[in-house]
């Protein structure tokens, strides 16, 4: 058994975990070549591990070491095991991948929660769903079915959204340059919560994101493809 | 006199260049505490000089060395600078550093020039104005006018595209984590274009991204406010 424990995110189907934050982890592990046990909960089960430890997942417990966040595990990562490739190669690469993180967080998460949030809710099982609901209420101050009022018109205008991407991509293949880094797994991250939640379609087959996105599922013995998209 | 001559861009005062490109090496230089003059250029004046060898500015002279093109300088900067302080702080930041070039340019860059482009009309003599009306035609297919239709709307519209740079400030002062890099200058540079060439107020008082400017303005002697605001 492995002596590392990543608590994630899923509904009913234990084999569909979706959180973008953990995705973020599990390739940022996955980039390091360290062994570790997934274990997937529901969000009301999350309170109930490691004491409480975190109201969130990802949670990483290796060994002694319980560390909460996803930045935070990829620093924690490149900290305590330096000799394995980095997820930041150098300071620059930490400073700017919270810039990274940042547009992700305001550009991406806000549109996909709209496309894909009475999907996740189909996921869940009773107690997540009244859960989730209220969650969902009381931060956004409307429902869900609110929150998905226009879906169709958040779907087609999300491409637009990946211009910087698209741009970039236009210089190098990863936003890590020739290889990936942590910035690469946070907009995966994002990426891979819609594919594995949502059915809409968020890129033509031609976009050089997709084709990145392609070589983000493929990497690292194709961690991103062990669950199919929806 | 300096052995390097950072060639720019000006109107008919050559004592406010505004190109974007052009700050963007000029805080560099500053950044690795290089003496260089910099030569303001009228737009149609650019093929006149070092044979040619660029269409566009900024390009760096430093002795037998010619460099076009801000990332190139900047790249060029750190190479033939090692030991000076580093505009990109390793291989990652380098890298990142094109996301937030990629960013910049098609987020910000498209809506300042609907904001600023009559303003940068004005500042042009005769010769330039001509050139300045043919090319924006060629290049957006509509007069400045037609560009600058919805100006107030731009302006109301701006101060949300840099939620990205706002949220990562609740984590560091610039991009470049406690201290500037190359990818602070990279935006710096698209707002002091506006802040040269057009009276708009692009963000209010107490916003972070304001304060972030502003100490960035104030880098490296106040390098920045050696123009003022239009």
């Known amino acids: 058994m492995a002596s ?12 569909r975990p979706f959180s973008p934050h953990c995705w973020k982890a599990v390739l940022s592990l996955a980039h390091k070549g360290l062994d570790f046990e997934e274990r997937p909960l529901a969000f009301t089960a999350i309170p109930g591990v490691e004491n409480g430890f975190s109201k969130t997942v990802p949670i990483l ?10 930045f935070e595990i990829a620093l924690y990562l490149d900290e305590a095991y330096p000799d394995l490739p980095s997820l ?16 992700s967080q305001t550009q991406l998460h806000p549109a996909i929660v709209k496309i894909a949030v009475l999907d996740i809710h189909e996921m869940l099982d009773e107690a997540d769903r009244t859960y989730f609901r209220d969650s969902r209420k009381a931060f956004f ?8 009022a226009n879906r169709e018109d958040e779907i087609a205008a999300f491409p637009a959204k990946l211009e910087p ?3 970039m991509l236009g210089y190098q293949s990863f936003l890590g340059g020739d290889a990936p880094l942590f910035a690469d797994y946070i907009v995966f ?6 594919r594995v939640t949502s059915k809409a379609d968020l890129f033509k087959p031609e976009d050089p994101v ?4 392609e070589r983000c599922l493929d990497l690292h013995g194709a961690k991103g493809r062990s669950v199919t998209a929806a």
Request: hydrophobic share 35%.
């Open 210 to 213: 997709r084709q990145w996105f």
């Open 165 to 167: 991407i698209r741009r």
């Open 4 to 15: 590392r424990t990543l608590y994630s995110l899923c509904g009913t189907d234990q084999a």
């Open 189 to 194: 991250g994002a990426l891979q919560w819609a």
């Open 141 to 148: 101050g409307k429902t869900i079915e609110e929150i998905a």
């Open 61 to 70: 417990r290796d060994g002694d070491e319980l560390v909460k966040d996803s």
């Open 88 to 103: 930041f190669n150098g300071e620059g690469g930490k400073a700017l991948a919270r810039f990274v993180e940042s547009w």
